[in-house]
């Protein structure tokens, strides 16, 4: 009689290593994950490697892969320090830009926000259709309503206006602030609003004391979407802008571009200064999109 | 002193009325359960006293407040939500001391009444932990401990324990009752769980489809149903039907067999009159095996189709006239499938209902 000898497993051997097909198709998603991320990375760290070389390297063919000199001359040059200066007002484009892209943030957010929670909360008529309604809104390309913001916004005044962009981004913003934070309301159950009412609130300080610091992080993170949206658009700002009154950071973006050059050095520059308020502003809320912050507080 | 009165109260949503007007006077201190199947509108009912429903109709009142047109952090009661409804970003403290901050007392006094609180319900340990570190049975502690930091004039509880396991279910069962001796203060509790029903109500208020179909201690629901949707809510396992007509002073099975008509209906039948006689497992068990000695009792000899032994007792599935019934067997007898046994059926606590209107002999 033929016996089968079973593996045990005892508490000093390791436990047996997972079989080649298994071992293969990990290493195969680690590639497939890793040539996805070289796609999506490769052309910004470009962007910040250009910023801190000087123009010759940056235009050199064959190219040079591995930076030879490292200098922060570009920079120095746009904010108007040193010998070799550009003439673009960086800080005017700036200030425009935190102005209309804070601005537009802030106010997309009030209307999400009383938005959202009605959307999440209450009952009421052509719910579904106006919900529906601001989404295909959303799904508009902004470049195509171009030409008739152009032309109400030239009879408004509002051309090479703060005013005219901050109301093009609030437009733009709002339905996906509301889908967003509607969602946020509707994980947040109702219970928690009504327990707040019996336990002496108004319906306002239930949605303060309650609603409102565990929709935070969704709130937090509409903001964000939304500021990086008014921040980094470019096809709309450069219609609308035309001075330093108002031209934001990206259609400055195009002052590095002469008849016959382009300073790319500059250029990669700017957009570094673009670049990192976008990212301090995304590190920011990653630590308050954590989902899960109404887990505990009811059935489980 | 603070009752509650519910004075024909309906509440529809559109043309879709779910209340139809119901009438429940619940006395200071008194313990009342709703209980009913799902839909019927018990836990519709305790969210207009509330305040978290609109009433459409008629009027609540709580002590001498009519409260129809109150919010309900103006009608002083407290609520206990089916999820536990407590606030995840504040800890246990701030939980139960949430109610008495908004109300605007002192920080002495929250904190002596979350600690009292705390005392009660054995919470002095957890003041300091979140709710997601808790687990079920005391996040439900500390829902109660919520409800009782303000002293409020009533209690509502609306299905409490539906989420908890089998276990503490049972142990917070005690707890809810123990809690009640020890506030005395008036509760409305909503379940659709006839044993927790029974065992914490000083009256049931059994609902359908947003009737009252019977208001009465648990002993008289369950010993005097009204009628048989009571008769079949009220325990566990449900109360056998078996349809019938009254013939020559007896209760004519549909399978022609004869059962004799309790002593007490026999002055309120007739002949030929379709009936449903309705009788408790407990009341139809094999001759020796039963709870007691029974006033008027006939025997019955019947095959057990199926026997589920549960310790010192057996469920029996049987069948009376081609019906499958339910029967029960005291004490240590193992019984087998296909074995034929004397059965006793107590006559003096079954039941006849009208076949028609459902409604019970006794109360007609």
């Known amino acids: 009689m033929s016996r089968t000898a079973i593996p045990v497993r005892t508490a000093d051997r390791p436990l047996p290593r997972p079989p080649l097909k298994k071992r293969a198709q990990a290493f195969g998603l680690w590639l497939l994950t890793f040539l996805l991320m070289v796609i999506m990375c490769v052309p910004g760290l470009w962007v910040v490697l250009s910023a801190f070389r000087p123009n010759r390297e940056i235009l050199a063919k064959p190219p040079i892969w591995v930076p030879e000199t490292l200098t922060l001359n570009n920079f120095a040059k746009i904010f108007g320090i040193g010998q070799?200066?550009?003439?673009?007002?960086?800080l005017a484009y700036f200030s425009n830009s935190l102005i209309i892209a804070l601005t537009s943030t802030v106010i997309a957010l009030i209307i999400g926000m009383s938005g959202g929670y009605a959307f999440a909360r209450y009952r009421f008529r052509f719910k579904g259709g106006i919900f529906l309604g601001l989404m295909l809104f959303r799904a508009v390309p902004g470049i195509a309503l171009s030409l008739p913001i152009f032309m109400v916004w030239s009879r408004l005044g509002l051309i090479d206006a703060k005013l005219g962009l901050i109301i093009v981004y609030i437009s733009l913003n709002v339905p996906f602030t509301i889908w967003l934070i509607d969602g946020?309301?509707?994980?947040?159950?109702?219970?928690?609003?009504e327990a707040a009412q019996v336990d002496g609130c108004t319906r306002w300080q239930a949605f303060w004391k309650i609603e409102f610091p565990l929709a935070r992080s969704g709130i937090a993170a509409a903001g964000v979407f939304a500021f990086l949206t008014s921040w980094n658009e470019y096809a709309l700002a450069s219609q609308l802008t035309r001075s330093t009154d108002s031209k934001t950071l990206p259609v400055g973006l195009m002052d590095f571009t002469a008849q016959f050059t382009i300073d790319w050095a500059g250029m990669c520059a700017m957009a570094v200064?673009?670049?990192?308020?976008a990212l301090i502003m995304t590190f920011l809320v990653q630590k308050h999109l954590i989902a899960g912050l109404t887990f505990g507080g009811v059935k489980g | 002193m603070a009752g509650i009165s519910i004075r024909a109260v309906e509440k529809a949503y559109g043309a879709?009325?779910?209340v139809h007007g119901i009438d429940l006077e619940i006395a200071h201190e008194e313990f009342v359960v709703l209980v009913g199947p799902s839909g019927c509108g018990k836990s519709t009912t305790l969210r207009m006293i509330a305040g978290l429903e609109d009433i459409s109709g008629g009027d609540v009142w709580i002590g001498q407040t009519r409260v129809n047109d109150l919010p309900p952090?103006?009608?002083n009661i407290s609520m206990v939500f089916q999820n536990y409804a407590l606030y995840p970003h504040m800890n246990v403290r701030d939980n139960l001391?949430?109610?008495?901050?908004?109300?605007?007392?002192s920080p002495q006094v929250v904190t002596e009444r979350v600690n009292e609180a705390a005392g009660i319900l054995g919470l002095s340990e957890l003041l300091d932990r979140t709710p997601a570190e808790l687990s079920g049975g005391q996040r439900q502690r500390v829902a109660m401990g919520r409800a009782i930091v303000r002293h409020p004039d009533a209690f509502l509880f609306d299905e409490p324990l539906s989420n908890l396991d089998a276990k503490l279910r049972g142990q917070m069962r005690a707890e809810i009752k123990k809690l009640h001796q020890k506030v005395r203060t008036t509760v409305v509790y909503v379940t659709h769980d006839q044993v927790e029903a029974m065992t914490l109500a000083d009256r049931i208020v059994v609902m359908r489809d947003g009737h009252i179909e019977q208001v009465?201690?648990?002993?008289?629901v369950f010993n005097h149903p009204v009628n048989t949707f009571v008769a079949t809510f009220i325990g566990s396992p449900p109360m056998n039907l078996l349809p019938a007509v009254i013939h020559e002073g007896q209760v004519l099975l549909r399978d022609g067999?004869?059962?004799?008509v309790p002593a007490r209906l026999r002055a309120k039948t007739h002949e030929g009159q379709d009936v449903v006689l309705g009788i408790r497992p407990d009341d139809i068990c094999p001759v020796g095996h039963g709870l007691g000695e029974t006033d008027e009792g006939t025997d019955i000899a019947l095959t057990v189709d199926l026997a589920e032994p549960l310790g010192m007792e057996s469920l029996i599935y049987t069948s009376i006239a081609g019906q499958e019934v339910q029967a029960k067997l005291y004490g240590p007898r193992i019984v087998q499938a296909s074995e034929t046994l004397s059965f006793r059926l107590a006559l003096d606590r079954a039941h006849l209902f009208d076949a028609a209107t459902t409604r019970s002999l006794d109360v007609l």
């Open chain 1, 184 to 193: 946020f309301f509707r994980q947040i159950p109702m219970s928690l609003s």
């Open chain 1, 273 to 277: 200064i673009i670049i990192v308020p």
């Open chain 2, 257 to 260: 067999s004869l059962v004799p």
């Open chain 2, 216 to 220: 009465g201690t648990p002993m008289q």
């Open chain 2, 16 to 18: 879709v009325r779910v």
């Open chain 2, 97 to 105: 001391g949430f109610g008495l901050r908004i109300a605007g007392q």
């Open chain 1, 84 to 90: 070799d200066q550009v003439a673009i007002p960086v």
């Open chain 2, 73 to 75: 952090r103006k009608r």
